[in-house]
């Protein structure tokens, strides 16, 4: 719809590229794009989300460097079945919260990796859909499993030269 080659939304990562750069074209400024980690290309096959890898967004990484722009980074927690009831770092269930956890590291990773193929530093936002809107049994369960995995996320150190960690 953007660009008027095709109807709907883009149907590949190279149309979607393209989708970006007639929108680039428009905005004035220095830019950068922000991937979610459902954006990787994994060629056709399934990979989960805690099994992703900097060599998945190889493609972004080059055509942003043939763009000079910089890229940020975020994990995608929503969209999966271990996202279903809109609860992933504070899961009561450890191998959920553990498959999260892992998805976190991973992601902070590729960040760091965009951000040295990219020579900026790559903003990782770390985004969850944890919460709920009622008043629960149990207020601080959640809250201590949000932190502990939290804590596991970002024990790593990675350089900031490379990887700007950020919580919304």
């Known amino acids: 719809q953007v660009t ?3 109807p ?3 149907r590949s990562l190279q149309e ?3 989708d970006l750069e007639a929108a680039l074209a428009l905005i004035p400024g220095r830019h950068r794009v922000n991937l979610h980690a459902m954006y990787g290309d994994f060629a056709g096959k399934r990979v989960e989300r805690d099994q992703i890898l900097p060599e998945h967004f190889a493609g972004w990484i080059d055509w942003a460097k043939g763009l000079g722009i910089g890229l940020d980074f ?11 009831d809109n609860i992933t770092l504070s899961h009561a269930d450890p191998a959920i919260r553990t498959f999260w956890i892992e998805h976190g ?4 990773r590729i960040g760091a990796a965009m951000g040295k193929a990219l020579g900026k530093p790559c903003i990782t936002n770390l985004w969850i ?3 709920m809107k009622d008043t629960p049994i149990d207020r601080v369960g959640p809250r201590e499993r949000l932190t502990e995995s939290l804590d596991a996320i970002f024990k790593e150190p990675i350089s900031p030269a490379l990887n700007l960690d950020s919580v919304e």
């Open 4 to 6: 008027g080659g095709y």
């Open 8 to 10: 709907g939304r883009a």
């Open 16 to 18: 979607l590229r393209t």
């Open 74 to 84: 975020n994990p995608t927690y929503f969209s999966h079945p271990k996202a279903a």
């Open 105 to 108: 590291i991973a992601c902070r």
């Open 129 to 131: 859909p944890d919460g």
